[in-house]
């Protein structure tokens, strides 16, 4: 029977993946089958309700690949029967979906913000023109593969552990790129695209001490400190796992406030989801302001203290 | 050292306005250019060969008006450039560009790097560089945020979501590069006059034994406009004094924790 095939390196993106082709796979009578290509998977997805679950213990596993994952992703969709793959659209995602594409010659869409069952098939929609617009695509190949961005639904729910494990054997040429380190971006690591609330700031800060006025602000809200890119890749005043916007992260918090950001679609792209989003800045006619939902004309320094005075 | 850099035409995005009524992307007037990562890319190509020597290609695939974008990357410091160009080749998809651009680099000769931006500007679908590097059999590097290269080993820093990993490669190798890895350069007009002399190949989808017609497509298009903005807009314009008007929207709203 074919079968929508779910794969993420990614633990809570690859349960996402799961609830969203259980729905799907109702909708298109398809069976949901997953690539636990990390062991520790496995389990994982039996109990959240998958059919069945790919595994391999083959050493080149081990570690995260594009061309090895490819590989064994192609052979395990030849196995399943895939129709549908779905996988998180991630940056390692983004690398091994194309390159699966090209392998399986298959239709591949990435960075996929919705992905529905209409009546003719499966149709997604994603940023175009930089951000400027939503595209509303559906692909037309046999094999089809989406990419989905993280956070597009909640993980399927645990439960008891039903669906069968299928162990596979699979013919893999190892990687000719040697992994030498890693290093963490942020000492502090937090999770931006899971984030309920994020203080948002741009180029409307002067000094890089300043960015203590958003933390005390984002604490006082229970939330984060997220940024433009230019304060993290030009002027390196918050660590790039920070980066709200087009080439970084998208939030999807309830609530957004944004301050010394013009509002730039580059910016704006990963911000629009949010549930509210509250805007500060002098200008009165900049962008920010017509995405907003509560805007403050004023002086970012005069504000955020003064506002976060207000909620203690 | 032989480097292919490929690039990609697109409209300046920064110029696109949007029509209110449809919500539609204006293009009218809107001058063509090199997408914005691909010029790090070309920046990262210029920078190697001015310490390791050798040539740079660029290569790019799309409609006739690329003639004359293409001479933006012949200024930045490419040697010459390899053409695919046909009227249909507009905004193609990533697996037809793909194609093209393999039996393009074909005609290219014999390289040691591939450079390519992460993602187009204006698709940033972060396809074609996986698919090229699956079409000719290449080790691929992505979201290269720093190149290092010493003899035949290339070693690479990447970017991913929350960490930096160090990679060690040989060539040749394909890699992508993110826009933080350097800052282009602005040509001088020197450069700009020199550029319209530089070789330039020209080639047709069936030069290259692809005819368009023929090549199935994958995606379809149904809609594509400016997202619907369904946002309150209501703007305090007192400043500090309007503070508590805030508080209390955001606490009525739920949003607030107390």
Known sequence: ?312 | MNIIVCVKQTYDLQQVRIRKETRQPVFENVPLTLGNIDKNALEEAVRIREKAGGKITAVSVGPETLEDTIKEALAMGADEAVLVTAPKLDSIESALSAVLLAKAIGQAGPFDLILLGEGSTDNYSGQVGPRLAELLDLPQVTFAKSLHIEGRTLRAVRSLEDYLEDVEVDLPVLVTVVSEINEPRIPAITQILKAGRKPKRVLSPEDLGIPIGKFGLQAETISNLAPLQNRKGILFKEGAKDIPALVKALEEEGLLRR
């Open chain 1, 1 to 312: 029977m074919p079968c929508l095939l779910v794969f993420s390196e990614q633990d809570r993106c690859a349960f996402e993946l799961l609830q969203k082709a259980i729905e799907l796979g109702k909708k298109m009578n398809l069976e949901v089958a997953a690539a636990a290509l990390n062991a520790s998977q496995g389990e994982e997805f039996r109990r959240r309700g998958c059919a069945r679950v790919y595994t391999s213990s083959q050493e080149l596993l081990q570690f995260f690949d594009a061309f090895v994952y490819a590989q064994a992703l192609s052979q395990i969709a030849a196995a399943s029967q895939a129709a549908v793959i779905l996988i998180g659209s991630t940056r390692s995602g983004k690398e091994l979906a194309g390159r699966l594409a090209q392998m399986l010659g298959a239709g591949c869409l990435t960075d996929c913000q919705t992905l529905e069952y209409e009546k003719e098939g499966l149709v997604a929609t994603r940023n175009a023109f930089g951000g400027a617009t939503v595209a509303t695509q559906k692909l037309t190949t046999s094999l089809q593969i989406y990419a989905l961005m993280p956070y597009l639904c909640e993980p399927a729910a645990p439960g008891k552990a039903e669906g069968e494990v299928v162990q596979v054997s699979l013919d893999l040429k190892p990687s000719r790129i040697k992994k030498l380190k890693k290093t963490p971006k942020d000492l502090g690591a937090v999770d931006i695209e899971g984030a309920e609330v994020l203080v948002c700031v741009g180029k409307g800060l002067a000094k890089p001490e300043d960015v203590k006025i958003a933390e005390d602000l984002a604490s006082a809200l229970s939330g984060f400190v997220a940024c433009t890119k230019p304060l993290a890749t030009d002027l390196k005043w918050l660590p790039e796992s920070r980066i709200i916007g087009l080439s970084g992260k998208k939030g999807k918090p309830k609530l957004a406030v944004c301050a010394g950001i013009s509002g730039q679609v580059q910016f704006a792209v990963g911000i629009r989801e949010a549930k509210t989003i509250v805007a500060v800045n002098t200008d009165p006619n900049a962008y920010i302001f017509q995405m907003a939902d509560y805007g403050l004309i004023g002086d970012l320094y005069q504000i955020l203290p003064q506002l976060t005075a207000a909620l203690k």
